[in-house]
């Protein structure tokens, strides 16, 4: 009982969103962790990150002449 | 729940999260995992752990997307047989609708993850058998064709040529054999089961074999596939992945299958209700094992090359 009076609810229904709310988040967490440890092993294996698109520059750029 | 309620969609009440984890079909994610992993760990070359864990975890929610999927169209059906009544869907844990959106997620993540963290073969591959599983098997040949698990046992097949094609881009002669025992055990496997749960089928309307053909083709059919199965199951004994011990382990494995499926051929419907179709069911339960030895046994033999154990001049003839 609260100080104004009324009952939290105690649904059996909130249980049920709790488990579920619970489950999606470590889901999430966990796929995002996955997704990082997979970039750093990746990276330290030296993959090439460029895009497909990425070209050579063969003259020197603007600020760099 | 009533019938009602599944039919509009509606779930009879809130989902935990144990229910939609049940729409993947856990115990057929385990098979999955395995095999796979078994694919990954036998082909030539390594990848990094996590890369290892990373794709196989993919491999593992795609087929549990396709698990999804097959729920939210057979909830019909599902809701018949008492086998498959207290799934998520027919007991009105999850609505049809959820279980789609579900099933359409996790296929597109799965497939895009695995081709970020493998290879476009192997994202190529898990999509097919996504497609395979949830269009070509359970929207189409399964209530259309007593052959529907000759030809759907192919989506269950792929798992370990997918694992090999992560490790090499490509696949060769091994996973192909890998895949054709899971392939060949399929019918047998699941015609075992049917023989005892006809009843389920007949009232889902399921063109099983039984069913269409009646329980004396069926055991005919058991047979057959048996004896096609045994040289493709001992063939691996004669490749890269193979060796003595799985020949020797392999032999005595499929000595006993013949043995059981001889059994089943034998016998009539009389006599298996008399016994409650105790030979159908054991040799329904022997079969999970076989297969599940017969890739221990690739593991094994990986595990002895690697640590030098392997006879000279032992015959690779493919």
Redesign the interface.
Known sequence: MTKNGITPDTHE?YG??K??N???GVMLIATVG??F??T???LS?GVNIQGYDHTFETTPGEGER | MTDAAWISGEPA??????D??ELLKPRVMRLVVFTAAVGLLTAPGMV?P??AF?TI?CIAVGAGASGALNMWWDADIDAVMGRTAKRPIPSGRVSGDEALAIGLALSGFSVA?LF??GNALAAGLLAFTIFFYAVIYTMWLKRATPQNIVIGGAAGAFPPVIGWAVVTGNTSIEPWLMFGLIFMWTPPHFWALALFRNDDYTDAAVPMLPVIKGTRATRNQVWWYSLALAPVAILPAFTQVGGPVYLIAATVLNVMFLSGAWKIYRRNDEGARADKFKVEKKFFGFSILYLFLHFVLLLLEAALKAVGLVISGWPVIL
């Open positions: 229904i049920r969103r488990t579920r619970i489950g999606v996955m997704i440890a997979v750093i092993v990746k294996d | 009440r809130e989902a935990e999260f144990r939609y984890y990094h996590v890369i990373a975890l993850f970020l963290f």
